[in-house]
């Protein structure tokens, strides 16, 4: 997962993966779009909002990679 600390990351059980990764990206996401949001002409909540949304990408990303390993 994201290649930072894979071996750690991967000896959890999915459900904590998934926990960790929103815990960890989630604020990531809104504060880096709330940040840069302005930027790109948007309300800096409408930019929070945005980061979230792609925050959540990795986070599908490994959901996905595990029900390929269930199947």
């Known amino acids: 997962m994201?290649?930072?600390f894979p071996g750690w990351m991967e000896?959890?059980?999915?459900e904590?993966?998934?926990l960790i990764s929103?815990?960890?990206?989630d604020p990531i996401g809104f504060l880096t779009?709330?940040?840069v949001g302005p930027f790109v002409g948007l309300e800096p909540l409408y930019?929070?909002?945005a980061g979230l949304v792609a925050a959540?990408?990795?986070l599908s990303l490994?959901?996905?990679q595990e029900a390929q390993k269930q199947q």
């Open 22 to 25: 929103a815990l960890v990206l």
């Open 47 to 49: 930019g929070g909002v």
């Open 11 to 14: 000896s959890k059980p999915f």
């Open 16 to 18: 904590q993966q998934v």
């Open 2 to 4: 994201l290649g930072i």
């Open 33 to 35: 779009g709330y940040l």
């Open 56 to 58: 959540s990408i990795p």
């Open 62 to 64: 490994l959901v996905m």
